[in-house]
């Protein structure tokens, strides 16, 4: 191998490292809790599976973030892995404030009071964390507490702080639990103050993501963008769909944002439950669509917090997102804070590469693919005939360039069956793109001739040993090179 290959074999990137975490394509978003905050615990999860961790802003310091990201950046510099990380913003999350005694215990046609003055909770009154609360919800609109377990319904805007309930579904309320208003139009700005100072940290700390809770309209991610643009940050905003209002937004949301998580949590709060999976699975097709990565979030393996095994019924969920085409699956609660972290990897992993292997259908012919009106219709023209040119030939690799990440979401999006390789000389991309379905992404610069690029990228591949002699592969590309077209070439070449 010529000193230029060997030059940009970007070390960080070798992926034989263990079946689990290389040989799926659906990816794992772990989030990191204390269950699994040191660098053995990290490194586990790691080589079971993980693809992206996740940080949740909703709880710890600045001082134990930075920490774990030490910790993640070491096992990339260190070890045969490259991960992502994923900072995620708590938003305007409403709760109910403390409460006399612990616990108040309302029956249905009860009435009480909501407050937005600080007050230890009573029967009578309880404080809710919305200053806009009064001049915001309607007579007759609900108001769900602790995720659903309670409904109340509104009788009467008393003032400009009070607002009047009467109890439809009864429950033992607890401190500081959930405040989900669905029948609501909220004012709340997307952006807390707690937000802006969370966003000025995962800036300085250069995470590769940041999702946006509680998204409502296509305003919430611009002005997101905004605020990392003026901060000359490459990081990639995925916006969080859990609400209603951004359920009747969602194509908008959808393009102008990087990624999207599904999150099940408040949205299954949010709407009628027996919706959620219809609505997943149109979110997925959506995202696949229009090409941005998906994230399915939210209970996927819950029971295994404090059990060794997971339900039949969680097993399934993991499945059907599998097959549904969503980029990754995402673990809370039983990775951050539950007593078998490794061991929920390990399962999800299993499930996956179970499915993968089994079944091969993403509705190519259906949804995936060339969009006319798009403004890149060419270029996702040749990365479609690429895909399709692969299957046609049964090729050993897809093999992709890009500057902007467009060109590997592109051909993710397909969901091509050959294995999926992208170079980049943007490092940043190199982790982003850990959460794409079926991408490995390898740093490289070199901007010599076309057929030396091609060259050079087939040699890396075959000295880790991802392709060999005798397999036919396809490459994507662009010339002239030095122009930084978007792509339009593809090559097939048989590996002599």
Same mark, same amino acid.
């Given at each position: 191998?010529?000193k230029k ?9 070798d992926?034989q ?7 799926k ?10 269950a699994?905050?040191n660098?053995?615990?990290l ?11 996740r940080l ?10 930075s920490?774990v990201i030490n910790?993640?950046?070491k ?8 991960i992502?990380i994923?900072?995620?913003?708590q ?6 404030g403390e ?5 108040i215990e309302f029956?249905?046609g009860?009435?009480?009071i909501?407050?937005t003055?600080k007050i230890?909770?009573t029967?009578n009154?309880?404080y ?13 609109? !609900?108001?769900f ?5 309670m409904?109340v319904?509104?009788?009467e805007?008393?003032?400009d702080k009070e ?9 033992v309320?607890l401190?500081k639990?959930g405040v989900n208003?669905?029948d609501t139009?909220l ?20 995470l590769?993501?940041?999702?946006l809770?509680?998204?409502r309209?296509?305003?919430?991610i ?5 605020l990392i643009?003026e ?11 859990e ?9 908008d949301?959808i393009?102008e944002?990087?990624?999207?998580m ?14 959620l ?12 669509h229009r ?8 209970q996927?393996?819950e029971?295994?917090?404090d059990?060794t ?5 969680e097993?399934s ?5 599998v ?5 990754a699956?995402?673990l809370?609660?039983e990775?951050?804070t539950?007593?078998?972290?490794t ?7 299993k ?9 091969y259908?993403?509705n ?5 693919t060339?969009?006319?009106h798009?403004?890149?219709y060419?270029?996702d ?13 049964q ?5 992709g ?7 590997a979401?592109?051909?993710?999006s397909y !969901?091509p069956?050959?294995?999926l ?5 943007? !490092?940043?991309?190199?982790s982003?793109?850990s959460?794409s ?7 490289y ?6 057929d ?7 040699t890396?591949?075959?000295e ?6 005798g397999?036919v592969v396809i490459?994507?590309g662009?010339?002239?090179?030095e122009?930084?077209l978007?792509?339009n070439?593809i090559?097939i070449t048989?590996?002599?």
């Open positions: 191998m010529n290959v060997e030059k940009y074999l970007y070390q960080e990137m992926r490292a263990g079946i689990l975490h290389s040989q394509r659906t990816k794992i978003v772990a989030t990191v809790g204390p699994c905050d660098y053995d615990s490194l586990d999860l790691v080589k079971a599976g993980v693809n992206v961790f949740n802003f909703s709880h710890g310091t600045f001082e134990d973030k920490r910790l993640i950046r096992i990339n510099q260190t070890e045969p892995y490259n992502a994923l900072g995620d913003l938003g305007p999350k409403l709760r109910v409460i006399e005694n612990g616990k029956k249905s009860d009435e009480f909501f407050t003055e230890i909770g029967k009154k309880v809710v964390s919305y200053p806009k609360l009064s001049s915001d919800v309607k007579p007759n609109e !609900r108001i507490l602790d995720d659903g377990k409904e319904c509104v009788k805007i008393l003032n607002v009047l309930v009467s109890v439809t579904l009864g429950g309320l401190p639990k208003l669905p139009a004012t709340m700005p997307s952006l807390t103050e707690k937000d802006l100072a969370d966003l000025e940290f995962i800036i300085e700390n250069q590769d993501w940041v999702a809770s509680f998204v309209k296509v305003v919430d611009t002005n997101l963008k905004k643009a901060k000359n940050s490459k990081i990639k905003v995925i916006a969080k769909i609400m209603p209002e951004a359920l009747n937004n969602l194509r949301i393009n944002s990087d990624g999207i599904v999150a099940r949590g408040d949205l299954g709060v949010e709407i009628p439950v027996e919706q999976p219809v609505i997943q699975k149109d979110i997925i097709r959506k995202c696949m090409a941005k990565p998906v994230i399915v979030a939210t996927m393996m029971s295994m917090i059990r095994k997971p339900n039949r019924s097993v969920d993991v499945a059907n997102a097959l549904e085409g969503a980029d699956v995402m809370s609660g990775t951050a539950g007593n078998y972290p061991l929920v990897v390990e399962t999800m992993s499930i996956i590469l179970n499915v993968e292997s089994s079944v259908d993403y190519r012919d259906d949804i995936l060339p969009q006319p798009s403004p890149s060419i270029s023209a040749i990365c479609y005939s690429a895909c399709k040119l692969a299957y046609d030939a090729a050993d690799a897809i093999i360039m890009t500057q902007s990440g467009y060109t979401f592109m051909l993710s !969901r069956k050959s294995p390789y992208i170079f980049s000389k943007e !490092r940043s991309l190199i982003q793109l959460l379905w079926g991408v490995r992404a390898f740093y610069a070199e901007e010599d001739s076309l030396d690029i091609i060259s050079d990228q087939i890396i591949l075959e880790r040993g991802f392709i060999h002699k397999d490459n994507t662009s010339t002239p090179v122009k930084h978007p792509t070439i090559k048989k590996i002599e």
